[in-house]
């Protein structure tokens, strides 16, 4: 059994002293626990040890969790690929959507979201390592997204998001996070995202969350190293 409230904080503290390393301002980095596949009791035992944010990539499972999560200060990401069928429930009980790549999926959030009278923080997937079966937008295509999605009033696009190519060499990864960061300046000074002093930068997960830190990340997406290895997908 992983020891969910030591994990979490070791992971705090790396996340701290990679911040500090470079000057950053470790309160601006948040960590999301991604919790697919985990249960309930680990999931649990994380918000009691003070973590608020998860991430989750099925919509069918994480809905199931958010019901028994209802009255308490948890918070939810989605991270994972969107199926256009999903959108209602993403826009009904997602807090921010980590993964929008294009403009149909961005449509289908908004008109969802405007039926619950919701807005949803967003950042646009951008596939830095430009890998044909990745999910996520070509970096050159990425400022026009951006642009377009300036006009879904439900909408707030708050940053960018990217899955870089697998390393097992975190500074192998480094590259792409700074293409990433590199991007998301050129589209802030361009007053392009919602807020115009600050962007997020969801990027960094258990095996290289550090580099990320080092590159920019706001937000960091943080599993295995939480909760210990996941149980296999069941076909
Ligand atoms: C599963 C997942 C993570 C977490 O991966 P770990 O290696 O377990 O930390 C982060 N981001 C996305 C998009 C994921 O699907």
């Known amino acids: 059994m992983a020891n969910i409230q030591n994990n979490l904080q070791s992971i705090r503290q790396r996340i701290d002293n ?22 309930l009791s680990a999931i649990e035992q994380a918000n009691r040890a003070g973590q608020t944010i998860f991430g989750e990539n099925y919509m069918q499972e994480a809905k199931e969790k958010i019901e028994q999560f209802q009255g308490t200060d948890a918070e939810w990401h989605f991270i994972g690929h969107i199926q256009s069928n999903k959108a209602r429930d993403v826009a009904a009980l997602i807090d921010m959507v980590h993964t929008v790549d294009r403009i149909k999926l961005a449509k289908a959030l908004n008109r969802h979201a405007g039926e619950y009278n919701r807005k949803i923080s967003v950042l646009v997937q951008v596939n830095v390592g430009e890998e044909t079966q990745k999910a996520g937008i070509l970096p050159g295509n990425a400022e026009g997204l951006v642009r377009s999605l300036r006009d879904f009033p439900q909408l707030e696009v708050k940053g960018l998001m990217t899955m870089p190519p697998f390393k097992s ?4 990864v480094r590259p792409y996070f700074r293409i990433l960061r590199k991007l ?17 930068l969801s990027m960094g997960m258990s095996g290289d969350f ?3 830190v080092e590159e920019g990340a706001t937000l960091v997406r943080v599993g295995t190293a939480i909760f210990g290895e996941r149980p296999a997908l069941s076909v």
């Open 18 to 39: 990679a911040a500090l390393r470079c000057g950053r301002n470790p309160g601006e980095i948040r960590l999301v626990a991604v919790s697919k596949r985990i249960g």
């Open 169 to 172: 060499n975190p500074e192998e």
């Open 210 to 212: 550090e580099v990320a």
């Open 184 to 200: 998301a300046e050129d589209f802030s000074a361009k007053g392009l995202f919602w807020d115009s002093n600050r962007f997020e």
